[in-house]
T-cell receptor, first 114, second 113 residues
């Protein structure tokens, strides 16, 4: 069974600082997703990463994927308060039943302090 | 193209009542997934359906929960005799076929009072 681990679970950081959230997974993946969720709100799709070495950037967020290490990172540059939210990685992989399944990480709750 | 549509977005039920959550997949998508997010937790897989078939229900609670995806109409997640612990956000996702990108809906928030 696919396991997806994120760390840290909680992250409190000051505005202007840089930090990285890590997402490790246990089996071969087909796609890796990063989502943002504000309290009581829906998932906001941030990135979809498909291949080894993929790097995508949007504003202060940059995501990368290393399929050999089974690791994705979400890097935050010069954090601002508006980035405070919970960030989830999710891994899509085939399973023994011959279909795709998306497994979510536990989430990283980010708080950016002014 | 409309995305994955879920309704209702918010539903309040008293303990013992039934809750029905509906999911209309994206046009042309015949694969539907349901996930549950308990408060302060991540999303957990519940069930995967193709038209008229349940493919994987390994994440569904054994009792009171059922899901269907009929030939016509939306997928339905049904929770009978709801309890307070069923209060959660329920997310639906769809894909056009196995191996293609999975898209999530906006979610349905169930509150049991």
């Amino acid at each position: 069974e696919l396991k997806v681990e994120q760390n840290p679970l909680f992250l409190s950081m000051q505005e202007g600082k840089n930090y990285t959230i890590y997402c490790n997974y246990s089996t071969t993946s087909d796609r890796l997703y990063w989502y943002r969720q504000d309290p009581g709100k829906s998932l906001e799709s941030l990135f979809v990463l498909l291949s080894n070495g993929a790097v995508k950037q949007e504003g202060r967020l940059m995501a990368s994927l290393d399929t050999k290490a089974r690791l994705s990172t979400l890097h935050i540059t010069a954090a601002v308060h508006d980035l405070s939210a919970t960030y989830f990685c999710a891994v899509e992989a085939g399973n023994s039943g011959g279909y795709q399944k998306v497994t979510f990480g536990t989430g990283t709750k980010l708080q950016v302090i002014p | 193209n409309a995305g994955v549509m879920q309704n209702p977005r918010h539903l309040v039920r008293r303990r013992g009542q039934e809750a029905r959550l509906r999911c209309s997949p994206m046009k042309g998508h015949s694969h539907v997934y349901w996930y549950r997010q308990l408060p302060e937790e991540g999303l957990k897989f519940m069930v995967y359906l193709q038209k008229e078939n349940i493919i994987d229900e390994s994440g569904m609670p054994k009792e009171r929960f059922s899901a269907e995806f009929p030939k016509e109409g939306p997928s339905i997640l049904r929770i009978q005799q709801v309890v307070r612990g069923d209060s959660a956000a329920y997310f639906c996702a769809s894909s056009i076929s196995a191996g293609n990108t999975i898209y999530f809906g906006e979610g349905s928030w169930l509150t049991v009072v």
